[in-house]
């Protein structure tokens, strides 16, 4: 069988493991409902109609949370998976909070200000990139190009604010926060560590992309969601395959055939890219296991306690 309709799953099946699941956590934490953030993007929709199958659109809070580089689409698609699933919202803009931080008034945030322009240019330079070398993976270990830092502490205080306004209105209302990952993201590093890769429950991040769309469909997201580029929502232009800088049906392919143990010239065969490719995942999975194990902690060793 190959490896993409491996990647194919009984919708009905998981859906009803995923909604028991949800359901029994917002139990055993005592929690009276669950929050999520509302991006207008495939994962967050995903986890909004699983949500309310779990526990009834009454008890769910969506936080629609943009800044001032967040396209005006994004806020119009978050209110249509909101209204899709009768879900209630809360509109919060997080561009003075951002402000406070002065992100807007660095190099990185002047440059930005103008997001027609900015957003063609940042593509452009990612293009420019040799394959394998691109500010993503750049970003997953520290660096000391000044530029990059700047860049990465500019979009990724943008993640964890949004964060902490979802736990400080999850607390105020008892509500469980849901997080939106999912397993494609996680496994290569493609989150923020205290930002979306924070949350008390992660349902989707045992399915990948693809299989997180196959779900979509399924539950009734909007085809106009289902549809639509994924993007981070932190930079002008950027969406996550060019970030990336793979296809999410390779991408999905690859980490399934890597962790079935395959040999890479057969999984670069089935899947129909060059051996490079997958040395590049697997980098990225190297580079990224910091992210899924927080926080590193020393341990004492047996000598030692002795």
């Not at 769910?60 to 909101?82: C, F, Q, T, W």
């Not at 899709?84 to 909070?97: E, M, V, Y």
């Not at 010239?265 to 129909?272: F, L, M, Y």
């Amino acid at each position: 069988m190959s490896l993409i309709n491996e990647l194919k799953i009984d919708s009905k099946k998981t859906a009803d493991a995923i909604i028991d699941f949800i359901k029994k956590k917002v139990e055993y934490f005592k929690r009276d409902g669950v929050i999520l953030g509302i991006s207008g993007g495939l994962d967050s929709a995903c986890i909004a109609g699983l949500s309310v199958r779990a526990i009834g659109n009454e008890n769910i809070l969506g936080l629609i949370m943009p800044e001032r580089d967040s396209p005006p689409k994004s806020k119009e698609d978050s209110e249509l998976v909101a209204k899709s699933f009768g879900i209630k919202t809360k509109f919060i803009d997080l561009t003075p909070i951002l402000e406070c931080f002065g992100i807007y008034s660095t190099p990185t945030g002047k440059s930005i200000e103008g997001k027609g322009l900015s957003a063609k240019l940042i593509q452009m330079g990612y293009k420019l990139f040799p394959a394998g070398k691109s500010p993503f993976i750049g970003g997953l270990l520290g660096t000391k190009h000044k530029w990059m830092r700047q860049v990465e502490a500019y979009y990724r205080i943008k993640h964890r604010m949004r964060m902490a306004t979802l736990y400080y209105w999850g607390e105020y209302h008892n509500y469980l926060v849901v997080g939106t990952s999912n397993r494609t993201e996680a496994l290569t590093g493609f989150f923020i560590k205290y930002g979306d890769g924070a949350a008390d429950i992660m349902p989707i991040e045992t399915l990948y992309k693809t299989q997180v769309k196959a779900l979509s469909r399924f539950l009734g997201v909007p085809q106009t969601i289902i549809d639509k580029k994924p993007s981070p929502d932190i930079l002008p232009g950027i969406t996550d395959e060019l970030a990336l800088g793979i296809s999410y049906e390779k991408l999905d392919q690859i980490l399934l055939g890597l962790k079935k143990e395959m040999e890479e010239k057969t999984i670069a065969k089935d899947v129909g890219v060059r051996e490079t490719t997958i040395e590049y995942v697997k980098k990225l999975i190297n580079l990224s296991n910091h992210m899924r194990n927080l926080p590193e902690r020393w341990e004492i060793s047996e000598q030692e306690e002795e």
